[in-house]
Structure formats: C-alpha cells, structure tokens
C-alpha cells in the first residue's frame, strides 16, 4: 500500500509541475514601406510568457526608422530600431518608416537662378549623385564638391558661359558619384573686358566695384551656403568646410580663394594653375609678393588677415604635366613671376620651397610626359586625395 501511495504522490507532483508552465503567446510583426524588421522577422511568432524578444528594424535606401507602433507597452524602446520586447500577452506591431529626403532630387542636375538677394549675382550648377541615395539616417552630414567654372576663352555673352559651367558639371557628375560628394559649379563670366579675369579671380576681379562682378569670392561663399540650406530642408546636413578642384583658370581661382577662406577649405586639389600659385607668403627674399602672387596685400584687398594657421590645416594637392608651357601671367600683378622662373616647369620648385617655408600642408607632383591635360593618372590620384581627407561620416 504505501508503494502505491507513493506512486499516487509522485504522478500528483508531476501534473501540478506540468500545470505550472506559463501560457504562450502570439506576436504579430509588419512593417511599412521603407524597410523591414529582420529580427525576428515579419509574421506572427508564438513565445512563452516573459520571453525577451529582440527587435530590429532596417531600413531601405533613402529612408530611415522612425518608431515601432500597436501595442507598445512592452517595448523598451519604441524609437529604437534595435531594441526588445518582453512577451505577457499577445501583440500586434509594426515598424514604422519614412523617407530620409525627396529622392526625386538625386542624380538631377539642377540649375539655380541668380539671387542678389542671397548674395549671387549669377546661377549655379548643382547636382546630388545617386551614391547619396544610401543616407542612412537624417543626420548624416555630406561634402560639397566646388570646381569654378571656365569657359576657355572671353565673351559677353552670358550663354556662352552658362553652357560651359553646364557642360563642365555634367562632366563632373561620375567624378562626385565616386567620391559620394554634391557638386556645386557657378556660372561665372569672362567678359571681353581686357583687364577682367573673372574665371580666374585676378586682381582686378577682387578690386571691382561693379555690382555683378563685386567680390566674386564672397559669391561663391553665398552660393555655398544657399545650396547647403536648400539641402538642409530636404533633411541633408552638409560639411561645413568644402571640397574644392580646379585646373588652368579654375586652378588659379582655387589656389587664390584659399588663401582668402582656409576657413571654409577641408581639401583642394589645384592643377596647372596658369603657370604661379598664389604663395602663402608676403615675401620671399627681397620681393614683395603682392596679389595674386602672394598675400602681402590681400588684407587692403579682403578686409582681413591672413590666416596662416587655418592655412596650414588645408591638405593642398598641386600638380601638372612637366611638359605644360601655358603660362597666364597675372598682367595685372605688381610682382612678375618670371623673376622666379621663365617657365611653369622652372618656377615648380620655387614654389613648393615656398609652401614648405611656410609650414604647409601641401604636395607638388609633376606628371611625366604630359602637357596641359588631364590625364587618367590625374583623376585617380585626385580622387584619392580627396578620399583620404575626408572624414568620416
């Protein structure tokens, strides 16, 4: 009798100790367009009560994770996209996501009129590559690409111009697809006006008091800064301080702006740039180096001095083909470069022994075999200045 008892007693145990396994329940996930919850996955799951359950949510191209929504009471997190949930009833939830920007605006160049108001008294070109299309979020920050325009030769003709500046943007659009940059070109002009070089920034450019043509550097500045606000509300953040590529004229404009606004600079690369780059010195032996040469006067010019210390922080690539002759000596300079060299290939040295007394952070490459051109070598290696000089988003 008492073997049976303890049978009886035993089988009892087990029956309450099977009794007392909690109740399961279902989770229900979705999720909007957008995206998809990759932990657990979408669906309905059965799960113990007080089971944790991981919750991750990943959005698509050109969008972002904004909140988990039903029955939430349990998640610890709701605008989390990684986060868990604690299983005591059955639940119904669906990640949300929206749009990170209009991605009607990528890969579309776009032409911005003329605003005086804003500060620019000429258009722009601009263009968002569809490598930007991957924004994972609403804060990432972007760069922008600024390469001057230049149309090769003079005319009043403001068409002439814009279809130059349009032609070089459009150019330009695999260059800022590969580096994942915006790209900004103004449309500025060249006029027949003999002792205006306005694609180039020369002296007389800085010194005008005609309205249009008025301090073209600060212009770019305000074109800069409009294109960055019109990013800004399309949830773009873009870098403070700019990328910035010229060659021939472009390159003179480059190399002239930056010792102007080594503030607003995170990278230039400066190719042949009319035979003298502006050097970051007021004078070297016993000339003075007057603008464009130098910056002995770029403070009566600018308003401002010289920042060498923001100067020195600017990665500067320059370079060309040891073959190229074109020289645009600055006939509106005080100082002539040819005291430093009769040709561009002569005065190299010159120059980067100049950058080097300053403290610069500059390289000074000279291509063999090359002319004035731009070579595949010249592209490749620019692109990887650029991608090693920026940071990280």
Same mark, same amino acid.
């Given at each position: 009798?008492?073997?049976?008892?303890?049978?009886?007693?035993?089988?009892?145990?087990?029956?309450?100790?099977?009794?007392?396994?909690?109740?399961?329940?279902?989770?229900?996930?979705?999720?909007?367009?957008?995206?998809?919850?990759?932990?657990?996955?979408?669906?309905?799951?059965?799960?113990?009560?007080?089971?944790?359950?991981?919750?991750?949510?990943?959005?698509? %191209?050109? $969008?972002?994770?904004?909140?988990?929504t039903?029955?939430?009471?349990?998640?610890? *997190?709701?605008n989390?996209?990684?986060?868990?949930?604690i299983?005591?009833? *059955? $639940?119904?939830?669906?990640?949300?996501?929206?749009?990170?920007?209009?991605?009607?605006?990528?890969?579309?160049?776009?032409?911005?009129?003329?605003?005086?108001?804003?500060g620019?008294?000429?258009?722009?070109?601009?263009?968002?590559?569809?490598?930007?299309?991957?924004?994972g979020?609403?804060?990432?920050?972007?760069?922008?690409?600024?390469?001057?325009?230049?149309?090769?030769?003079p #005319?009043?003709?403001?068409?002439?111009?814009? #279809?130059?500046?349009?032609?070089?943007?459009?150019?330009?659009?695999?260059?800022?697809?590969?580096?994942?940059v915006?790209?900004?070109v103004?449309?500025?002009?060249?006029?027949?006006?003999?002792d205006?070089?306005?694609?180039?920034?020369?002296?007389?450019t800085?010194?005008?008091?005609?309205?249009?043509?008025?301090r073209?550097?600060?212009?770019?500045?305000?074109m800069?800064?409009?294109?960055?606000?019109?990013?800004?509300?399309?949830?773009?953040?873009?870098?403070?301080?700019?990328?910035?590529?010229?060659?021939?004229? #472009?390159?003179?404009?480059?190399?002239?702006?930056?010792?102007?606004?080594?503030?607003?600079?995170?990278?230039?690369?400066?190719?042949?740039?009319?035979?003298?780059?502006?050097?970051?010195? %007021?004078?070297?032996?016993?000339?003075?180096?007057t603008?464009?040469?130098?910056?002995?006067?770029?403070k009566?010019?600018?308003?401002?001095?010289?920042?060498?210390?923001?100067?020195?922080?600017?990665?500067?690539?320059? $370079?060309?083909?040891?073959? *190229?002759?074109?020289?645009?000596?600055p006939?509106?300079?005080?100082?002539?470069?040819?005291?430093?060299?009769?040709?561009?290939?002569?005065?190299?040295?010159?120059?980067?022994?100049? $950058?080097? #007394?300053?403290?610069?952070?500059?390289?000074?490459?000279?291509?063999?075999?090359?002319?004035?051109?731009?070579?595949?070598?010249?592209?490749?290696?620019?692109?990887?200045?650029?991608?090693?000089?920026?940071?990280?988003?």
């Amino acid at each position: 009798m008492a073997r049976v008892s303890v049978f009886f007693a035993a089988t009892a145990l087990v029956a309450g100790m099977v009794g007392c396994v909690g109740p399961e329940y279902g989770l229900t996930i979705a999720s909007t367009t957008g995206g998809e919850v990759i932990s657990p996955g979408e669906g309905t799951f059965t799960y113990d009560a007080g089971t944790a359950v991981d919750l991750v949510a990943e959005p698509d %191209e050109c $969008y972002r994770f904004i909140t988990w929504t039903g029955n939430v009471s349990a998640i610890a *997190d709701v605008n989390a996209a990684a986060t868990t949930i604690i299983i005591n009833d *059955d $639940y119904t939830i669906t990640a949300s996501f929206a749009s990170v920007i209009d991605d009607s605006i990528f890969g579309k160049l776009t032409k911005v009129e003329a605003d005086p108001q804003r500060g620019f008294h000429w258009a722009y070109y601009f263009y968002l590559p569809n490598s930007l299309c991957s924004l994972g979020g609403e804060h990432q920050t972007i760069y922008l690409l600024v390469e001057p325009n230049r149309t090769g030769y003079p #005319s009043d003709d403001q068409e002439a111009h814009d #279809s130059a500046a349009r032609a070089l943007a459009n150019a330009r659009e695999s260059y800022a697809e590969q580096l994942g940059v915006a790209l900004l070109v103004p449309t500025f002009p060249r006029p027949q006006h003999p002792d205006l070089y306005i694609q180039a920034l020369d002296r007389n450019t800085m010194l005008s008091t005609i309205d249009e043509y008025e301090r073209i550097d600060l212009q770019l500045l305000s074109m800069i800064d409009d294109a960055s606000d019109r990013l800004s509300g399309s949830g773009i953040t873009v870098h403070g301080r700019i990328l910035m590529w010229g060659f021939s004229a #472009s390159g003179m404009f480059v190399s002239r702006f930056a010792v102007m606004h080594p503030d607003r600079i995170q990278a230039a690369t400066i190719g042949a740039p009319g035979g003298w780059p502006t050097a970051p010195l %007021e004078q070297w032996e016993d000339i003075s180096l007057t603008y464009p040469v130098g910056i002995a006067d770029t403070k009566e010019i600018t308003g401002k001095e010289f920042d060498i210390e923001e100067f020195r922080s600017i990665p500067l690539y320059f $370079y060309m083909g040891d073959m *190229d002759t074109y020289q645009r000596l600055p006939y509106d300079a005080q100082v002539d470069v040819r005291l430093f060299g009769a040709t561009p290939v002569e005065r190299w040295p010159i120059a980067e022994e100049m $950058y080097e #007394s300053a403290g610069c952070n500059s390289q000074f490459v000279l291509y063999p075999g090359v002319g004035h051109q731009i070579t595949d070598a010249m592209w490749a290696d620019t692109k990887d200045f650029f991608l090693n000089n920026m940071e990280p988003p």
